[in-house]
C-alpha cells in the first residue's frame, strides 16, 4: 500500500476542532469554504466545473487513536467506530459531499465543509446520483 | 501524514480487473459481495446493522500512475481525472455505496461493489442521506 499524498488544501472558517460545527448544513448562510488543488494536480481539474457536488476525501491529521466502541456525544448507547463518522478512526480518512459552486486558477469554491481549515486533500471525485445518492436509505440507530 | 493499514478485505465474484462490470446496478441478480473485517477491528461494527447502506473506502492496488487529463471509456472528450472515477488517481482510494444486508461474525453481506476480488478494505462509514444524498445533483459531462 503506498503512502498518501496531499494533492491540495482545505480552506474552512474553522481553526480549531471546537469551531467545526457538528451539523454545518444547519448555518445560514452556508460558511463559504474553498479547495485549494496544488499546481501538478490542476489539469485533473478539467470538465469537473459541470458536475453541482464532489465528494471530497481528506486527511484527518489530528485523529487521535481510535476506540472500537464508545458512546458518542448526544447518545446515552455505545456504538462501534464504523457506525459513527468521527474522526478518530482506523484510517482517518474525511469524506464529505459539498456543492460545487466555481472553479478558477486551482481553487473551488464549496459548501458544506466542517473540517478545519488547512486539511491536506487527499481526493475529488465526481458525485454522481445514480449511484451515490439514497435518499431513502435508513439512518440507523440515529433514528432511533 | 500516517501510514494506511488494511482493515480487512473486499470479496467479489470479479477476479481480474477485466471482469468487474462497469455498471454493476444493471446486473440482475445482483452480485452477492462480502466484507470481511479482520479480529481486531469487529467490535467496530457494533449497531451498524440498523444502517440499511454503508460507505466502503478501499485501496485500489492495482491502480496504474495517473493521467491528469485522459480520454475515458466510451467518451469522445478529454476529461479531468478528478472528473471521473478512475481507479488511476494521485491518491488510489476507491469508494463505494453498498446496500447491507446484514453482519455475522465480522463479515458484512453487501450488494453494489465492482471491485477486484481481495480489495484491501480502508474504513466503513453508515451513509447518512441527510448529509450524502443528493439526488437532484447534476452530472455533468455524463450527461452531456
Chains 1, 2 share one sequence.
Request: net charge negative; aromatic share 8%.
Amino acid at each position: 500500500m503506498n503512502a498518501l499524498q496531499p494533492i491540495g488544501r482545505i480552506r474552512t472558517p474553522f481553526a480549531t476542532i471546537d469551531e467545526c460545527p457538528r451539523n454545518v448544513r444547519a448555518l445560514d448562510p452556508a460558511p463559504a469554504c474553498a479547495v485549494e488543488v496544488f499546481e501538478p494536480y490542476r489539469d485533473g481539474l478539467h470538465s469537473l466545473e459541470s458536475f453541482s457536488h464532489v465528494i471530497l476525501l481528506y486527511w484527518l491529521d489530528r485523529a487521535e487513536p481510535p476506540q472500537m466502541v464508545f458512546t458518542p456525544p448526544f447518545d446515552a448507547e455505545p456504538r462501534g467506530v464504523f457506525a459513527t463518522r468521527t474522526p478518530h478512526r482506523p484510517n482517518p480518512i474525511g469524506l464529505a459531499v459539498a456543492a460545487l459552486d466555481g472553479i478558477e486558477g486551482g481553487i473551488l469554491r464549496v459548501r458544506y465543509l466542517d473540517c478545519i481549515d488547512g486539511t491536506a486533500l487527499l481526493d475529488i471525485k465526481p458525485y454522481l446520483p445514480s449511484v451515490d445518492a439514497v435518499p431513502d436509505a435508513s439512518m440507523g440507530w440515529l433514528r432511533s
